[in-house]
């Protein structure tokens, strides 16, 4: 089976993530899809974004949800990352974009693109987010009973087990994935030391858990582990693909790691560098 490479926030390892000469780049590298976060701003617009805050990214500082989309679009999201931006994609620094400009940018392809949106919450799971994307995506003409058949196929995405049980409700399975990361990796993301908080550990190892029930009960229908998970748990793969299921894995960024997900199977894989990746697999 042909295995489908997504651009990890656009073409992030050579243009500054999320931006529209990411996503350009993506496409050009001959990306089969395209991942976004989601965040809400201060004034309800969904914007693309990694951190709560907009501090590594921007020449800003400030968390997203108090900020609103005037303000953010006022900042610089490209420079930080120190890239030469070519001509081709405007030559000069790059705001912060919209749902709504990254689905036009995909619109305008000329061919199918697949979207992996992960919505980004932080303890607590609220609705919201969710409901203000799905009505977007109905706007731009998606529905999930069409989403197969149109020019961008929409996945949607949470390590919030919360989330993926309310999408559930409303989008078929098959297009959601739950993700998984092993608790030390996001113990180290959060900065605390090696076993950190207790209580903090086991409240991600009960969220894991209870993501992997997810997966089990088909709820959600794309597992969406790390790669560092996958190297923890390969068993899962066979279990997981067994049922059927399409299977995707962050960052495959090498040739050991791409190798790894092809040995398990694996038929989706995101990357920060689609070109290099889509260059692996092309050449096999
Ligand atoms: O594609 C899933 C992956 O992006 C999840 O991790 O931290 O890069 O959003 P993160
Ligand atoms: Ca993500």
Same mark, same amino acid.
């Given at each position: 089976?042909?295995v489908?490479?997504?651009?990890?926030?656009?073409?992030?390892?050579?243009?500054?993530?999320?931006?529209?000469?990411?996503?350009?780049?993506?496409?050009?590298d001959?990306?089969?899809?395209?991942?976004?976060?989601?965040?809400?701003?201060?004034?309800?617009?969904?914007?693309?974004?990694?951190?709560?805050?907009?501090?590594?990214?921007?020449?800003?500082?400030?968390?997203?949800?108090?900020?609103?989309l005037?303000?953010?679009?006022?900042?610089?999201?490209?420079?930080?990352?120190?890239?030469?931006?070519?001509?081709?994609? +405007?030559?000069t620094?790059?705001? %912060?974009?919209?749902?709504? &400009?990254?689905?036009?940018?995909?619109?305008? #392809? =000329? $061919? /199918?693109?697949?979207?992996?949106?992960?919505f980004k919450?932080?303890?607590?799971?609220?609705?919201?987010?969710?409901?203000?994307?799905?009505?977007?995506?109905?706007?731009?003409?998606?529905?999930?009973?069409?989403?197969?058949?149109?020019?961008?196929?929409?996945?949607?995405?949470?390590f919030?087990p919360?989330?993926?049980?309310?999408?559930?409700?409303?989008?078929?399975?098959?297009?959601?994935?739950?993700?998984?990361?092993?608790?030390?990796?996001?113990?180290?993301?959060?900065?605390?030391?090696?076993?950190?908080?207790?209580?903090?550990?086991?409240?991600?190892?009960?969220?894991?858990?209870?993501?992997?029930?997810?997966?089990?009960?088909?709820?959600?229908?794309?597992? +969406?582990?790390?790669?560092?998970? %996958?190297?923890?748990?390969p &068993?899962?793969?066979?279990?997981?693909?067994? #049922? =059927? $299921? /399409?299977?995707?894995?962050?960052?495959?960024?090498?040739?050991?790691?791409?190798?790894l997900?092809?040995?398990?199977?694996v038929?989706e894989?995101?990357s920060?560098?689609?070109?290099?990746?889509?260059?692996?697999?092309?050449?096999?």
């Amino acid at each position: 089976m042909s295995v489908k490479v997504f651009a990890h926030r656009g073409a992030s390892a050579y243009f500054a993530e999320h931006t529209r000469a990411a996503y350009l780049q993506a496409l050009a590298d001959g990306a089969d899809g395209v991942e976004c976060d989601l965040h809400l701003s201060a004034d309800g617009e969904l914007v693309l974004l990694h951190d709560d805050d907009v501090d590594r990214t921007s020449n800003g500082t400030g968390f997203v949800s108090a900020l609103t989309l005037a303000q953010l679009r006022a900042l610089d999201f490209s420079s930080w990352k120190g890239a030469v931006i070519p001509p081709l994609f +405007g030559g000069t620094a790059e705001q %912060l974009l919209t749902l709504d &400009e990254l689905l036009e940018i995909l619109a305008q #392809a =000329g $061919r /199918s693109v697949d979207l992996a949106i992960e919505f980004k919450y932080g303890a607590v799971f609220d609705t919201r987010l969710v409901d203000a994307t799905l009505e977007r995506l109905r706007l731009h003409g998606w529905s999930p009973e069409q989403s197969m058949a149109g020019a961008v196929r929409v996945s949607f995405m949470s390590f919030h087990p919360k989330a993926l049980k309310y999408l559930a409700q409303k989008v078929p399975a098959q297009f959601l994935c739950q993700l998984l990361e092993e608790v030390k990796d996001v113990q180290e993301t959060l900065g605390g030391a090696p076993g950190g908080a207790p209580t903090t550990a086991s409240l991600l190892r009960r969220a894991m858990a209870e993501g992997e029930r997810l997966v089990d009960s088909g709820v959600a229908s794309i597992a +969406g582990p790390g790669v560092d998970y %996958l190297y923890a748990h390969p &068993e899962n793969a066979a279990r997981w693909l067994g #049922a =059927g $299921r /399409s299977f995707r894995v962050w960052t495959v960024d090498t040739e050991e790691n791409l190798a790894l997900c092809q040995a398990l199977g694996v038929t989706e894989v995101t990357s920060n560098r689609p070109a290099e990746i889509r260059a692996l697999l092309d050449r096999i």
